[in-house]
């Protein structure tokens, strides 16, 4: 008896794994190029071209991300990020599982996590309000709306630091838990 051929399936396309990417390395030195550009003076400059690189980087990504999301194919699409009833349900279990630190199993699902998806939609927003913001103060642009930009700026990338700490704990606690994941 012939032995099972196991053949991988990719769920991510290569195009949304670029952006997802290029996304993550560009918030990440965003970050880091963000706080250390306050911290000394004699390193301020280079952290910030450092950071206007990045944000640049960012913003391709991000289009790409945002033509993917409706223009992809598969998982890349809006459509896998949105709840329904069954996907609220499965919503609630990944919350369980995260409120008892992995203690409760790890639920199945296919491509976007349940709980995440809706999330993504949201973190999109607002790297896509950081992207404008550093844009209207890179042209000297410091109030729109009566609101400060540069504040605006900073608030925003702490919910994005938030976020991506969240994520990251999340891709490990997946990691340590499922066996199905290929994280590793």
């Not at 008892?100 to 296919?110: A, E, F, K, M």
């Not at 700026?153 to 994520?167: A, Y």
Request: a positive charge; glycine letters at 8%.
């Amino acid at each position: 008896m012939a032995a099972p051929k196991i053949q991988r399936i990719l769920v991510w396309s290569r195009a949304l794994r670029i952006a997802h990417w290029l996304m993550a390395l560009s918030v990440l030195v965003l970050l880091a190029t963000g706080w250390s550009s306050g911290l000394n003076p004699v390193i301020a400059e280079t952290a910030r071209d450092y950071h206007y690189i990045a944000g640049a980087v960012l913003i391709l990504a991000l289009a790409l991300r945002l033509y993917l999301l409706f223009f992809g194919r598969g998982s890349d699409l809006l459509a896998d990020c949105e709840t329904d009833r069954h996907r609220l349900a499965q919503a609630g279990q990944m919350l369980r599982f995260y409120l008892s630190l992995g203690r409760t199993p790890l639920p199945r699902w296919y491509a976007h996590n349940p709980l995440w998806g809706p999330i993504y939609l949201l973190l999109f927003l607002f790297l896509l309000l950081q992207s404008l913001s550093g844009v209207l103060l890179l042209q000297g642009i410091g109030l729109f709306a009566g609101l400060s930009l540069y504040g605006m700026h900073q608030l925003v990338s702490m919910i994005i630091l938030g976020f991506t700490l969240l994520h990251l704990a999340a891709v490990f606690s997946h990691d340590a838990k499922g066996s199905g994941a290929d994280n590793s």
